[in-house]
């Protein structure tokens, strides 16, 4: 295993951040990126991390890793460090209420750069996918390198992008308020992620071709199906599949779980044949728990007045259209507002506050039938 530290520049002076990635494996053209925590706050992630750790340097030193894979335990050292009134406030950054996960355009639109990059400077093509793949993660390598950065967001932004943008696999690890373990992915490449969603037992998938969010992974993975259609004549792979990984619930931390989802990841890393384990520890693939929604389909209830928020349905329950799911009580007017679900789907959030507001969310619902949203929430 080999431990890279980046630092990272400061918004101000005399401050700095510190960046570390640790490589396992073989450098030989495949290659798995991981990360946790880019809201700072969310920690179920970096405490699979903690496992995965462990798992890699074991089967590392057995000579059974095929590939090279990173893992970023905690990629947001800025949110990481973020405390108000002894809360942990680690998905938006304070200076300027950016969510960590939403990369800044123009600078991280990479798509339209890596084509003014390829009409600019001209490019062969090759007859063969894998070459093309070769040159354009080398074009595309050198693009980040020369994007100019000047928070510490946008530093860190920038050098993480530069580990993961050659990988064939991107996964970000996240959690919710209180939810259901479940995963945002692309149509395209669900193929390739569906037997992950199988092993970590996935309760909820929710796909887009765009989620207009400009998240992490996204802006990585969505690069290859947008350049199939922009070259139809060449012959060009999916070079990268990405998913968010959303743990549960930010309070949902202990061993047990996190140890059974890194050994989830480690047997989808076996099954991808990105390392090897002994045939005795190979696990015959899981169920689906649910098929995948579109991204379309997801409901997110909102408060239509303020009070105390009762829940009558949880996480990972199935609801229909017009079902009672939420009570907002007043106790002083004794006035009960029961908020009825919209749609047909299963409820794989609520929020962490249980003081209802017009301006919060109460709850996330996905439903197999389009609602017309396709946007992620802040």
């Known amino acids: 295993m080999q431990k890279e530290t980046v630092t990272l520049i400061g918004s101000t002076p005399g401050t700095s951040y510190q960046l570390t990635a640790l490589h396992f494996g073989p450098d030989n053209g495949k290659k798995v990126y991981m990360q946790a925590s880019i809201h700072g706050d969310e920690l179920p992630g970096s405490l699979v991390a903690y496992y995965l750790h462990q798992a890699l340097l074991k089967l590392e030193q057995e000579d059974r890793l095929d590939a090279r894979i990173v893992?970023?335990?905690f990629c947001n050292p800025i949110g990481l460090g973020q405390m108000l009134n002894y809360q942990h406030i680690g998905r938006f950054h304070f200076a300027g209420a950016q969510n960590f996960n939403r990369l800044i355009k123009p600078h991280f639109d990479l798509f339209p750069k890596?084509?003014?990059v390829i009409e600019r400077e001209g490019i062969v093509w090759s007859e063969s996918a894998a070459d093309n793949t070769k040159l354009l993660r080398r074009y595309l390598k050198q693009m980040i390198d020369d994007i100019a950065v000047i928070t510490a967001t946008d530093s860190m932004h920038k050098?993480?992008?530069?580990?993961?943008?050659?990988?064939?696999i991107v996964l970000d690890l996240h959690c919710d308020n209180h939810a259901v373990l479940h995963m945002y992915g692309c149509?395209?490449?669900?193929h390739r992620l569906e037997p992950l969603a199988r092993y970590l037992g996935s309760e909820c998938q929710l796909l887009s071709e765009d989620s207009g969010s400009n998240s992490f992974d996204e802006v990585l993975y969505s690069i290859w199906p947008r350049l199939r259609n922009h070259?139809?004549?060449?012959p060009l792979e999916l070079a990268c599949i990405g998913s968010t990984v959303e743990f549960r619930g930010e309070y949902e931390l202990s061993h047990d779980l996190a140890s059974k989802d890194a050994e989830a990841i480690i047997q989808y890393l076996n099954h991808q044949s990105y390392l090897r384990l002994p045939e005795e520890r190979c696990l015959d693939l899981p169920a689906m728990v649910r098929e995948p929604h579109p991204l379309g389909g997801l409901c997110y209830i909102d408060a239509p007045t303020s009070g105390i928020a009762v829940y009558l349905v949880q996480p990972g329950d199935w609801v229909e259209a017009g079902q009672a799911i939420v009570d907002i009580v007043d106790p002083i007017s004794l006035a009960k507002t029961t908020v009825r679900s919209p749609a047909d789907g299963v409820v794989f959030a609520h929020s962490g506050q249980r003081l209802a507001r017009p301006e919060r969310k109460l709850m996330s619902i996905s439903s197999p039938v389009e609602q017309g949203n396709s946007g992620l929430s802040p």
């Not at 050098?159 to 064939?168: E, G, I, K, R, V």
């Not at 149509?187 to 669900?190: K, L």
């Not at 070259?231 to 060449?234: K, T």
């Open 71 to 73: 893992l970023v335990p």
């Open 159 to 168: 050098t993480l992008l530069s580990w993961a943008c050659d990988a064939d």
């Open 231 to 234: 070259f139809p004549e060449v």
């Open 187 to 190: 149509p395209e490449s669900w």
């Open 114 to 116: 890596l084509i003014d």
